[in-house]
Structure formats: C-alpha cells, structure tokens
C-alpha cells in the first residue's frame, strides 16, 4: 500500500500538466469503477448493498470525490514532495477523530510516540517548504482530514460489506457525479502519452488495486493505524526520484527514512491488553 499510494504524487502532477482536476477525477473514477464493476455483479455482491447508501455515498466523499479533486488542485500550484509532507499528518488527524468517537483502538505511549516520530522523518526526507499559496495549503488540509474520516467510516458503517462492491459503487457513483463538469471541461485534443499512461496508473494501480488491498489492511490492524502508510509515501517518492530522475540521495533523505520506518512499527504496534496474574498477556484483535 505505501508503495502504490506513494505513486500518485508524480503522476497527479504530470496529468495536471494536461488535465484539469476535474477531468482527471471523473477519468480515475470512471476507469476504476469500469474495472471493478462487472466482477462485483458477476459474484452478486450488489445486493443489500443500498441499504447502507449513506454511508456509502459519505465514504465515497470523503475517501476518493473530495479529496482526490483538492489534490490535483493543489498540485498545479505546489510541489508533489510538499503535498506528501502535508498528508502525512492524516494519522495524527485520525488518532483525534478516533478518540473523539470512542474507537476501542487504544493507542500508547509507544504508538504516539511512533506517530511523532514519523512525521519527522517524513520532514527530513522531502524538507520543510511552505513556500505555497494558502489556498493550496487549505486544500490539502481538507485532503488530510477527509483521509482520516474515510477509516473510521469502513470501520464503523461497512462493516461486514463486501469490500470490492463498496469500492466499485463509490468509484461509480463519484464518476456519475463528476461527469456533467467534466463534459464541460474535457480537452479538445489526444493529451500526450505520459499524461494518458499517469491517468492509466492512477486508475489501475492506485485506485482499483490498491482499494481492495485498503479494505483487506483496515480489517487486519484497524482504522487508524491503517493511514500509518502515509508516512512512506514520501519516502517512495524520494527513492522513485533517486533511480528514475537521477536525484541526490541527501543525507536526510537517509535519516529520514530510517525515521518513517522507526515511526510507523512503533505506530502500528498494538497495545497489550493487562493480563490476570499468572497468565500471560494477549494481543489486542482489532477486525472489520
């Protein structure tokens, strides 16, 4: 998961190039569900689906509408390292939100700690550049929250659902959505290949495929320290740029690497539960 979601940052920037954001929403969106939809209705997972339409249609808001549109914005006008410097913070964001709502996810001193930590070595892997416009920060700032909420939305509303068809009808249901505006807006001409192989990407790999790897994550070790892989998106970023563009490998790309990795084991520990005397301590089981 951190290495496909550590992929988007490059090719949202080099479909933005050529695409409008809304264009390239409704191109992801539209592709993915085109992917995922006719396996969902060949298993019959549909049925029973809409009677947690709600939910469903908040998850899709908030996991891939809202979001997705904020950041190929927010691309035109900042760097894609800045972006996921700002995103990073969406498990500290989620902490917050789980705590609020009562999640029974119990995070330590130790996960905290880990949380922390993460976000310095992220800090020290792409460095600290605000030089943004404060709309762009705003925008990624609706990003990092509606990450955060999207977990917690599975956890608490889709449980039990079949995790392809929630994607697959999300997918549709934002491409349905996004489709007038981008009629409105679609390019006169062919784009160039690179920005049509990014949108392939994107729709392919980091949407169909890394949903249901997403939904299988979240049900392993739980909401919230399921958005610890955020931290290594960066890093991926940084390693992508080293071998693919020929970038410098600074000194505190290397530290903070080691940082990211350090963090997100100490985040993602999971607490252990007080054992009664003369027995030994059991793990805590967190499930979707």
């Known amino acids: 998961m951190s290495v496909i979601w550590g992929l988007p ?43 947690s339409w709600v ?27 800045l972006a996921g410097l700002l995103i990073s913070a ?20 130790a996960s905290l700690a880990g949380l922390l930590l993460g976000v310095v070595g992220v800090a020290a892997i792409v460095g600290v550049d605000l030089r943004a416009s404060g709309f762009a920060l705003v925008e990624i700032g609706v990003v990092v929250v509606a990450y955060a909420v999207g977990p917690v939305i ?14 697959a009808v999300s997918l549709a249901a934002c491409a349905i959505a996004y489709l007038p505006f981008a009629a409105v807006q679609w390019p006169r001409s062919v784009p160039p290949m690179d920005t049509i192989f ?7 790999v980091c949407t169909a495929l890394a949903f249901v790897l997403f939904f299988a994550l979240i049900a392993a070790i739980g909401p919230v320290r399921a958005t610890v892989i955020t931290y290594i998106n960066p890093a991926v970023a940084a390693l992508l ?8 490998f600074t000194f505190g790309m290397a ?31 967190s499930s979707v």
């Open 90 to 109: 969406v498990p500290l964001v989620g902490v917050v939100i789980a705590t609020s709502l009562g999640n029974r996810e119990h995070l330590g001193k």
């Open 241 to 248: 740029g080293v071998s693919v563009l020929h970038e410098n």
């Open 255 to 285: 530290l903070g690497f080691g940082l990211v990795i350090a963090g997100s084991v100490l985040a993602t520990r999971r607490p252990r539960e007080t054992a009664p005397a003369g027995s030994l301590a059991r793990e805590s089981q």
């Open 198 to 204: 990014s949108v392939g990407v994107l729709a392919v």
């Open 55 to 81: 939910p469903l249609l908040a998850f899709a808001a908030v996991e891939m509408g809202v979001p997705w549109l904020m950041l190929a914005s927010a691309e035109q006008r900042i760097t894609s390292s």
């Open 154 to 167: 599975i956890s608490r509303y889709l449980n039990g659902l079949p995790s392809m068809a929630v994607i």
């Open 9 to 51: 940052y490059l090719f949202i920037r080099i479909a933005v190039s050529d695409l409008s954001p809304v264009v390239l929403v409704f191109a992801r969106t539209t592709i993915g569900a085109l992917i995922l939809l006719p396996i969902v209705i060949m298993r019959g997972e549909l049925r029973g689906l809409f009677k």
